[in-house]
């Protein structure tokens, strides 16, 4: 006998417009060429890759790009560093910026602190390619932390303008602006977090708590992936974290279970309905 599962997807769920726009970008012009290259993972979700690996899209890391020469490369949504646009120059390579307009907002506002010569700290994780195009805008200045802690080990300025990767916590965000005005520093602290990612909390919590189990979709990769699967865990202890449809497991559902399907602002549609096909199978 069936599990006779009864299984929703979140609408607001799946790409934010930053991806959609690469996405799109991308499809765009592989519609009409045989290739494209594309400057690392369009997207955090290895199973959206393969598809468009498949049509075309040829992704390739930055020493492969110092190599390239008069070709056509896509840079995704998390933006670039400023060293990036001098090598395309150089190497007469021509870019399709597919950086998201949030991001781009983001840089220059880093851009214009660093020239009117601010000390920065940016709040991200260290090598994600969102936060080194954004200390890119201040010669590699700009202090990256990911945990307060970090910033035991330095000695800060006593006064710096404080901004954050798009896709960070925003309780996190505030309580370490918190943190640094109580030990005395001056801060001008810019919320810089994308809405795209922080206003899906309040829907998630309200979207896990009527479902019995909860199957979050996402790449492992994805930052906000991460930050949105806490989000589930907290409101709904029995959610479990898939990169694939072979990851599900049906031992974590009982008969007639509510299971409830949402992802990252990196999870494709298309991938959370095939999920939802496999446990309607069950
Ligand atoms: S999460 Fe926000 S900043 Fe990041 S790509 Fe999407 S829309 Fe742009």
Redesign the pocket.
């Known amino acids: 006998m069936g599990l006779n599962l009864n299984v929703n997807i979140d609408k607001a769920s799946g790409f ?4 959609v726009y690469a996405i799109d970008m991308a499809e765009d012009i592989l519609d009409r060429e045989p290739y494209l290259y594309c400057l690392g993972d369009i997207v955090h979700n290895d199973e959206e890759v393969l598809r468009l690996k498949q049509k075309g899209l040829r992704i390739i890391d930055h020493s492969e790009l110092a190599n390239l020469k008069n070709e056509k490369v896509l840079i995704r ?1 998390h933006g670039e560093a400023p060293s990036t646009y001098e090598l395309a120059l150089n190497n007469n390579l021509t870019l399709i910026d597919a950086s ?1 307009p ?2 781009l907002k983001l840089q220059n506002r880093i851009k214009g602190s660093y020239d009117d010569q601010e000390q920065i700290l940016i709040f991200g994780k260290h090598g994600h390619a969102e936060v080194i195009g954004l200390q890119g805008q201040t010669d590699g200045q700009a202090i990256v932390f990911q945990d307060i802690a970090e910033l035991d080990e330095l000695e800060l300025p006593s006064k710096f303008t404080l901004y954050s990767q ?2 960070k916590s925003v309780d996190k965000f505030y309580a370490i602006k918190e943190e640094l005005i109580s030990r005395g520093y001056e801060v001008k602290a810019n919320d810089t977090i ?1 809405r ?2 922080s206003n899906r909390y309040e829907e998630l919590e309200r979207f896990v708590e009527n479902y019995e189990k909860i199957v979050f979709v996402s790449g492992k990769k994805s930052s ?1 992936g991460k930050v949105l699967y806490d989000v589930c865990k907290k409101y709904n202890p029995n959610a479990y974290f898939i990169s694939k449809v072979e990851e599900l497991n049906p031992a974590w559902f009982s008969a007639n279970d509510r299971v409830g399907i949402c992802g990252a ?1 990196s999870t494709p549609m298309w991938l959370m309905e095939d999920v939802k096909a496999v446990l309607e199978a069950y």
Do not use: D, R, S
């Open positions: 934010c417009f930053g991806v949504a998201c949030v991001v798009t896709t994308c795209q990612v906000n602002t």
